[in-house]
């Protein structure tokens, strides 16, 4: 991103020092998730939905303002599990031409990084729209089961038929 | 710190990199917290201990060794309340010397910026041993509590009398 390329909080200390400060930030708090959900709207029975989001408590939330602003993309709401605000993407082409790009920049240093590279890989098949062909819906599946193996999600209890 | 200051591990991305991820990941993820606790070995009947940390799940420990390298202090042990790690930094000389001049170059950018900042004026009463007079003692209380806030700390709940 260029100097002039976003609103500046005034609170930023440095442009250059914001790109590794927002890693380091998603590296701890940030989840680059792939849920799946049945849908008659899709012809496969599911759709696949990878999201980058952050959830934050109320009185932390300059924090989501800033990652909106930087991203210049994404939503920031309540989210409806707790009392916390959620900062989140999940439009494809946003996740592809604003999301990946950063964190291929500036990785994250811990082992999320993995599943960084594994969600990276499922946003950019489903940029080709591969998610709408067998073998690449399996193929997303097997990698949405990688990514998100310590949630509870309903697709990983049950055998997903296509 | 320098460029040759400390070893970098061999996943660091760039040296330049990491003094603002380390903050970034440290305003989501780290605690600067003072703990008061009933000490027959001090005067006052109190000891008064801050400290710096960050816990993390096991599986995500290498990101405690970044602190722990590059901090060149603290410690790494298993935190007896769950089953994750905690990176720790407790001893007053490090704090002044080590951590506090690291977020007064490199600051949260969330309101976790006014804790720390009430914080280091903790650590610097005790290194200049105010903490061992009535007034200096009532005053790093008074900030503790408003440090504190949201925890479940003994000495939020009872009325602490010297």
Redesign the interface.
């Known amino acids: 991103m260029t100097e002039d390329s976003y609103n500046m909080p005034e609170?930023?200390?440095e442009k250059q020092?914001?790109?590794?400060?927002?890693?380091?930030?998603?590296?701890?708090?940030g989840c680059f998730c792939v849920s799946l959900n049945k849908s008659k709207r899709h012809k496969i029975g599911w759709e696949i939905r990878p999201s980058f989001s952050i959830s934050?408590n109320r009185?932390?939330a300059?924090?989501l303002e800033?990652f909106k602003t930087y991203f210049r993309c994404g939503t920031i709401r309540p989210d409806r599990s707790d009392y916390t605000l959620k900062y989140e993407v999940r439009a494809i082409d946003e996740l592809v031409e604003n999301i990946l790009p950063h964190f291929e920049k500036?990785?994250l240093?811990?082992?999320?990084q993995h599943e960084f590279e594994r969600f990276a890989e499922v946003c950019r098949m489903i940029r080709c729209r591969k998610h709408l062909t067998k073998d690449g819906f399996q193929k997303i599946l097997s990698i949405a089961k990688s990514i998100n193996r310590s949630g509870n999600k309903k697709y990983l209890r049950e055998k997903i038929k296509i």
Chains 1, 2 share one sequence.
């Open positions: 609170f930023f200390p020092d914001i790109d590794q400060y927002l890693s380091g930030y998603a590296d701890g708090e934050q009185d932390r300059s924090v800033l500036y990785p240093l811990s082992s999320k």
